[in-house]
T-cell receptor, first 113, second 115 residues
Framework: NAGVTQTPKFQVLKTGQSMTLQCAQD?????MSWYRQDPGMGLRLIHY???????DQGEVPNGYNVSRSTTEDFPLRLLSAAPSQTSVYFC????????????FGNGTRLTVT | AQTVTQSQPEMSVQEAETVTLSCTYD???????LFWYKQPPSRQMILVIR??????QNATENRFSVNFQKAAKSFSLKISDSQLGDTAMYFC????????????FGTGTRLAVRP
């Protein structure tokens, strides 16, 4: 059982480049989300989805796009990378049962130069 | 908006001793959930323990237990018989029952267990 799989694990981009961080889960979870982790700031919610075809903004959505065409996949797109987007990105999923925990991927470390 | 505060950026404990990590939160909600997550150097986020606000009994998971004080909006984590593998960053997190599964995290406490 793979759980939540994120690719790539590391990425270096130049300012202005675009890329997609991939996230897939095999647990049939309805809810998926993206967080970024920065030193001294904990994890902050970027975007989330409560099911296929439904997405919504979190706390820090600017500069990021998402889509949810299937239950399994929830890619995060950076259209024009900026140095401020240098961070560690986590994808997470859960069932919609209210006290169920988030299951996290292993993260992607992104550096924008 | 909810806020979660972890006032101890770093802590250290001797192996086999007990350590308590602090967490306070601010909310006007009455129904919510609280979590502690562990992030070892591998970067993986691991759920340690969770508490439902309407339950007065403190949650316990083996060597990990919480002291949940609802009126004081406090949710501390106690680690007993600390082990070297407990060395990690620990995050406290809050989720409103009506928030659509969104978690608000604290800034974390880095715990070092000394041999």
């Amino acid at each position: 059982n793979a759980g939540v799989t994120q690719t790539p694990k590391f990425q270096v981009l130049k300012t202005g480049q675009s890329m997609t961080l991939q996230c897939a889960q095999d647990m049939n979870h309805e809810y998926m989300s993206w967080y970024r982790q920065d030193p001294g700031m904990g994890l902050r919610l970027i975007h989330y989805s409560v099911g296929a075809g439904i997405t919504d903004q979190g706390e820090v959505p600017n500069g990021y796009n998402v889509s949810r065409s299937t239950t399994e996949d929830f890619p995060l797109r950076l259209l024009s990378a900026a140095p401020s987007q240098t961070s560690v990105y986590f994808c997470a999923s859960k069932t919609t049962a209210q006290n169920s925990p988030l299951h996290f991927g292993n993260g992607t470390r992104l550096t924008v130069t | 908006a909810q806020t979660v505060t972890q006032s101890q950026p770093e802590m250290s404990v001797q192996e086999a001793e007990t350590v308590t990590l602090s967490c306070t939160y601010d909310t006007s909600e009455s129904n919510y959930y609280l979590f502690w997550y562990k992030q070892p150097p591998s970067r993986q986020m691991i759920l340690v323990i969770r508490q439902e606000a309407y339950k007065q009994q403190n949650a316990t998971e083996n060597r990990f237990s919480v002291n949940f004080q609802k009126a004081a909006k406090s949710f501390s984590l106690k680690i007993s018989d600390s082990q070297l593998g407990d060395t990690a960053m620990y995050f406290c997190a809050f989720m409103r029952k009506s928030s659509g599964d969104k978690l608000t995290f604290g800034t974390g406490t880095r715990l070092a267990v000394r041999p």
